[in-house]
């Protein structure tokens, strides 16, 4: 038999994580030369402060300050330290020495992929980045290897647990947003300052790498139009499962023609209404799943856990196989191609449906007049739902008008929104949420 070559390597960072990264290596060793041909060695881990107490029981000497060292001797550098500095020098290091890159640095990814990429063709190795996006989910290998002989047309992910923990409690219990996320941050869904999980941030850095491997193209953050769930009220969930809805913060990235004939990609996020047949409204609690459709395969359906330590490090093991397998190989091979050249869309050439809420006078006439108005604008009405109000105290009338439409464009939707709350008869817009799956 012949005898198997070693693969050092390094692990930066021995977090939530690292620490299971490293137990998967050290425990799995056997198994994991068998699947790769190569003997996985740690050769060290790199942390902050080395005598710190770990989750996991791990050699003492394996743990160094020294990360820039380290890397310089890996033909594997895993990265689970997280942030940008210096996470960003250390990978630029390693792929510059010839190393294969495995990370879980969304927020590096979204800051700085792009130079990364470059550099890791430059370098002729692999970065690979599954973790980073929807945790222990294989989502991106097959969006890259196995979907690579089809055209994907659209993508809608629930990319990020933390908001959809806190939409799902709305629903589940009729709580409001405040009450859902003190909840969430009870249950250590979220962190104590919940800013890039509320306002969609962490959604729109996952949904720049979905639409650049997906199209073809690489797509910055600053192409995702990007809208958290901080607006989203508990009259706003109650309305949508009335009507048969479920709200999501959804990450979407789909070919489009715009107004002007032009093919793009709009790549969002935004909260969705969802109906409650549509496969990821059964994505309950921190849950995560991502929806494709491709031309070929049709649709399909990715489900599983977004975060966690022991799931994350599932994906980041596969990565380290998958590169490994590739140094044993030889060749650079392709991780991913760029070739789409689509430009991404603004949000004005989104087109879907929307769900409108109204607070209208009650009188006469009033119907009609909205409805003339959505129609001069080229917005067809699906659904339309009216509930009277009598105010106890002034004994005044209001109504509340629901409003499904068809798909139109965002540009001619907001042109409507806008003339609508310009019509006297409206005391207030409550809502305008996106509708998809419909
Ligand atoms: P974590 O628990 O905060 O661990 C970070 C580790 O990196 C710690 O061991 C820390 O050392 C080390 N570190 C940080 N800065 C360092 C520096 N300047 N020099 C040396 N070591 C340093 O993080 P995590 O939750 O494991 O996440 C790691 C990465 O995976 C992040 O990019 C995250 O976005 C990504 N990710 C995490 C999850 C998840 O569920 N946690 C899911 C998907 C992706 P000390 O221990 O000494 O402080």
Same mark, same amino acid.
């Not at 031309?295 to 856990?305: I, K, S, T, V």
């Given at each position: 038999m012949t005898e198997l070559r070693t693969l050092k390597v390094a692990l930066l960072g021995c977090g939530n994580v690292g620490a299971q990264v490293a137990r998967i290596l050290i425990d799995d060793a056997g198994a994991l030369a068998a699947r790769t041909g190569a003997r996985l060695e740690l050769t060290g881990i790199a942390v902050r402060n080395v005598d710190a107490e770990r989750d996991v029981e791990l050699p003492q000497e394996l743990f160094t300050a020294d990360a820039e060292t380290l890397v310089k001797d890996a033909d594997v550098v895993i990265e689970l330290m997280g942030g940008i500095e210096p996470a960003r020098t250390l990978i630029l290091t390693a792929m510059r020495n010839g190393a294969c890159v495995v990370t879980g640095n969304k927020a590096l990814l979204a800051q700085d992929g792009p130079t990364l990429y470059e550099e890791a063709d430059k370098a002729g190795v692999q970065l690979s980045y599954e973790a980073a996006v929807a945790g222990a989910i294989p989502i991106l290998r097959p969006i890259r290897d196995s979907l690579s002989g089809d055209r994907i047309t659209r993508v809608l992910g629930i990319v990020n647990g933390t908001t959809n923990f806190i939409l799902d409690q709305m629903d589940s219990t009729g709580a409001q947003f405040a009450d859902a996320l003190a909840e969430a941050q009870r249950l250590g869904? =979220?962190? =104590?300052? #919940?800013t890039a999980d509320v306002e969609g941030y962490d959604a729109a850095a996952k949904a720049a790498i979905l639409a650049s491997l997906s199209f073809h193209t690489r797509f910055a953050l600053e192409d995702v139009s990007c809208e958290g769930? @901080?607006?989203? @009220?508990a009259a706003d969930i109650a309305a949508a499962k009335e009507a048969g809805f479920v709200i999501k913060l959804l990450a979407i990235a789909e070919k489009l023609v715009d107004e002007n004939g032009k093919t793009g990609v709009s790549v969002r996020v935004h909260p969705t209404l969802l109906p409650r047949?549509? #496969?990821? $409204? $059964?994505?309950? %609690? $921190?849950f995560n799943a991502v929806f494709i459709e491709a031309e070929n395969a049709g649709e399909l359906m990715f489900y599983g856990q977004g975060a966690g330590g022991t799931p994350t490090a599932s994906a980041v093991l596969g990565d380290l196989v998958s590169a490994a397998r590739r140094i044993v190989l030889g060749g650079p091979g392709r991780t991913e191609t760029t070739t789409g050249h689509v430009p991404a869309l603004p949000i004005s050439a989104a087109v879907t449906s929307y769900y409108i809420g109204l607070d209208v006078a009650?009188? #006469? %006439?009033v119907l009609a007049r909205i409805a003339q108005l959505f129609a001069e604008h080229g917005v067809s009405i699906e659904i339309m739902r009216q509930t009277i109000h009598r105010d106890a105290d002034s004994n005044v009338e209001s109504a509340e008008l629901r409003i499904v439409t068809h798909r139109a464009r965002e540009s001619a939707l907001a042109a409507t929104v806008e003339a609508v709350k310009a019509l006297d008869v409206i005391n207030s817009v409550t809502s305008v949420l996106r509708v998809e799956g419909v």
């Amino acid at each position: 038999m012949t005898e198997l070559r070693t693969l050092k390597v390094a692990l930066l960072g021995c977090g939530n994580v690292g620490a299971q990264v490293a137990r998967i290596l050290i425990d799995d060793a056997g198994a994991l030369a068998a699947r790769t041909g190569a003997r996985l060695e740690l050769t060290g881990i790199a942390v902050r402060n080395v005598d710190a107490e770990r989750d996991v029981e791990l050699p003492q000497e394996l743990f160094t300050a020294d990360a820039e060292t380290l890397v310089k001797d890996a033909d594997v550098v895993i990265e689970l330290m997280g942030g940008i500095e210096p996470a960003r020098t250390l990978i630029l290091t390693a792929m510059r020495n010839g190393a294969c890159v495995v990370t879980g640095n969304k927020a590096l990814l979204a800051q700085d992929g792009p130079t990364l990429y470059e550099e890791a063709d430059k370098a002729g190795v692999q970065l690979s980045y599954e973790a980073a996006v929807a945790g222990a989910i294989p989502i991106l290998r097959p969006i890259r290897d196995s979907l690579s002989g089809d055209r994907i047309t659209r993508v809608l992910g629930i990319v990020n647990g933390t908001t959809n923990f806190i939409l799902d409690q709305m629903d589940s219990t009729g709580a409001q947003f405040a009450d859902a996320l003190a909840e969430a941050q009870r249950l250590g869904y =979220a962190e =104590a300052d #919940p800013t890039a999980d509320v306002e969609g941030y962490d959604a729109a850095a996952k949904a720049a790498i979905l639409a650049s491997l997906s199209f073809h193209t690489r797509f910055a953050l600053e192409d995702v139009s990007c809208e958290g769930i @901080t607006s989203v @009220t508990a009259a706003d969930i109650a309305a949508a499962k009335e009507a048969g809805f479920v709200i999501k913060l959804l990450a979407i990235a789909e070919k489009l023609v715009d107004e002007n004939g032009k093919t793009g990609v709009s790549v969002r996020v935004h909260p969705t209404l969802l109906p409650r047949e549509h #496969p990821l $409204a $059964a994505v309950r %609690g $921190a849950f995560n799943a991502v929806f494709i459709e491709a031309e070929n395969a049709g649709e399909l359906m990715f489900y599983g856990q977004g975060a966690g330590g022991t799931p994350t490090a599932s994906a980041v093991l596969g990565d380290l196989v998958s590169a490994a397998r590739r140094i044993v190989l030889g060749g650079p091979g392709r991780t991913e191609t760029t070739t789409g050249h689509v430009p991404a869309l603004p949000i004005s050439a989104a087109v879907t449906s929307y769900y409108i809420g109204l607070d209208v006078a009650d009188q #006469p %006439g009033v119907l009609a007049r909205i409805a003339q108005l959505f129609a001069e604008h080229g917005v067809s009405i699906e659904i339309m739902r009216q509930t009277i109000h009598r105010d106890a105290d002034s004994n005044v009338e209001s109504a509340e008008l629901r409003i499904v439409t068809h798909r139109a464009r965002e540009s001619a939707l907001a042109a409507t929104v806008e003339a609508v709350k310009a019509l006297d008869v409206i005391n207030s817009v409550t809502s305008v949420l996106r509708v998809e799956g419909v």
